[in-house]
């Protein structure tokens, strides 16, 4: 019998020390310049001078993967509670290895190795080449926003 | 052997055996040029033995013992950090000293109600009130600076009596001071003075009130003229925040209080607004603080109702090593957070000033 597999209702799931910490850098010093999800990929860019991150805006395959994570701290959830224009924001810089719960854009589907690129809005899609983020599991069609677990490579 | 003359006049020789000295001689073209030579393998012979000590064969001393560097070390001169240190002094405190388990902290506020009744039996139908409640909410971020250093340098810092720690603490620790006012006058910023939010919440500063005044350059300005516009700024604040008051005034407004008021009071414009008052318990304080930007000027109701200072931790140093040590790393921490409250109808007791 498999062994059942919960949603795990956080972000950062594996890599580094035991319990998923140290999965990468974490940078808490920037404010978010657009709404930003928790589990949505993030790029930082300048915002008339000043250096703010923003949900991924290119779609195609992401170099560097960093992905915001929830108001842990606030009492809130991956669902919860979406960072606003000018809030200062948790975001994650993932190491190779590392294991995340992202949000998928809409009208894809998910099967297991399936390479994730970006879709330009911090949500993933389905790649059509190898690229850095691979899904480790089968969610079939999805709706947008759905959480599916990605490695890092 | 000692011997020989020549233009360089008497010279002192090698100890060498007579065939060897006439050979060398010979092979050298003459006794000079032998002489030359054999001074100068001497002097590398001198110099490759005695280099790890640092001789020079032309210098007396060690590379750089003419110089003395001095224990003392010459600083960049900094500002003062007063303003929160003032409101702490004073006594607008709350100690917060579980602060990790504190996200945010919430001052609730209560409206006006009720009326009263004039009859001869209170058993009248009078009116029945409730007080209107709500609350703001401050975030509790802690403000820390870092830095690392390796074992090594660490190493070469105490030998040579300049702690790298220690050094690098004292700066840190400034840098964690100067946020913790700059948050107390601009409100919570990012480190590029962008205004944020943490989770919806922030911490506005001294400036934000929405209490103002607007002026032209005190520099340009006679006495009577500044005290009149501190007056206007206590009449701002006098009806619903009452006083005692304490007015802080900027680094550039230093010159022109300090300098005569006029022929109508013999002393200095400062002494001449200090005898403003009662206001509550005492006559008006000034303060000049290098905090506040030029031209700003800020009137202060110095009690719990108008603004205190959440003190979680003041700086403190913390350290740890990587695994095998070879690392240490240093942040200095701490969680000091100015609030400024304004009543249910959103009057502050600050009142700020503005250039016109």
């Not at chain 1, 899609?125 to 691979?134: C, F, H, K, M, S």
């Not at chain 2, 007396?60 to 950090?81: H, Q, S, W, Y």
């Not at chain 2, 979680?312 to 200095?332: A, F, H, K, L, M």
């Amino acid at each position: 019998m498999a062994l059942v597999k919960n949603p795990p209702n956080t972000i950062i799931l594996g890599g580094g020390l035991p319990g998923g910490d140290q999965a990468g850098t974490k940078v808490n010093e920037y404010v978010t310049g657009v709404v930003t999800r928790p589990g949505m990929v993030v790029e930082m860019a300048d915002f008339a001078g000043r250096l703010k991150y923003r949900p991924h805006a290119t779609a195609g395959p992401i170099t560097n993967p960093s992905v915001a994570v929830e108001k842990l701290f606030h009492n809130k959830g991956p669902n919860d509670g979406d960072y606003a224009v000018n809030e200062l924001i948790n975001v994650v810089h993932l190491r190779k290895g590392s294991t995340f719960w992202g949000r998928i854009a809409a009208a894809q589907t998910i099967t297991k190795a399936d390479y994730l690129e970006s879709a330009g809005d911090g949500r993933l899609r389905v790649a059509a080449g190898e690229t850095r983020l691979q899904a480790l599991e089968t969610l079939g069609a999805v709706a947008v926003d759905t959480f599916c677990r990605v490695m890092v490579l | 052997m000692y011997g020989g003359n020549s233009v360089y006049g008497t010279k002192v020789f090698r100890d060498v055996p007579p065939e060897a000295l006439v050979a060398g001689i010979a092979a050298c073209g003459g006794l000079d040029r032998y002489y030359e030579f054999c001074v100068n393998q001497e002097r590398d012979r001198f110099r490759a033995v005695n280099s790890p000590y640092g001789f020079r064969a032309n210098a007396l001393f060690p590379d750089n013992a003419n110089e003395v560097i001095e224990g003392a070390v010459t600083g960049v001169g900094r500002k003062r950090l007063d303003i929160v240190e003032d409101f702490i002094n004073a006594g607008l405190v709350t100690n917060l000293p579980n602060w990790w388990a504190v996200p945010s902290l919430r001052r609730m506020r209560t409206g006006e109600g009720g009326t009263a009744h004039r009859s001869m039996i209170p058993d009248s139908r009078g009116e029945r009130f409730v007080l209107t409640r709500e609350g703001v909410s401050w975030p509790i971020f802690c403000t820390w600076a870092n830095f690392s250093f390796d074992i090594r340098s660490l190493a070469m810092g105490q030998r040579l009596g300049t702690p790298l720690d220690v050094s690098h603490t004292q700066e840190a620790t400034y840098r964690v001071n100067e946020a913790i006012v700059d948050q107390a006058v601009n409100g919570l910023t990012d480190d590029q003075g962008t205004p944020m939010t943490i989770d919806g919440l922030g911490a506005p500063g001294l400036l934000s009130s929405t209490t103002t005044l607007s002026y032209a350059d005190w520099t340009t300005l006679t006495g009577a003229e500044i005290l009149g516009i501190v007056q206007d700024a206590i009449e701002l604040l006098r009806i619903t925040h009452p006083g005692p008051y304490r007015l802080y005034v900027p680094g550039n407004y230093t010159k022109i209080l300090t300098s005569d008021y006029g022929a109508a009071y013999p002393r200095t414009i400062i002494e001449r607004i200090q005898q403003l008052g009662p206001y509550g318990t005492r006559n008006l304080e000034i303060r000049i603080s290098d905090s506040l930007p030029n031209h700003r000027v800020v009137l202060v109701q110095m009690d719990p109702q108008s603004i205190d200072v959440v003190i979680g931790q003041q700086p403190v140093p913390v350290s740890w090593q990587d695994g095998p040590g070879w690392n240490t790393y240093w942040v200095v921490l701490s969680c000091v957070i100015f609030r400024m409250f304004s009543n249910i109808n959103g009057k502050y007791g600050v009142a700020v000033g503005n250039l016109a």
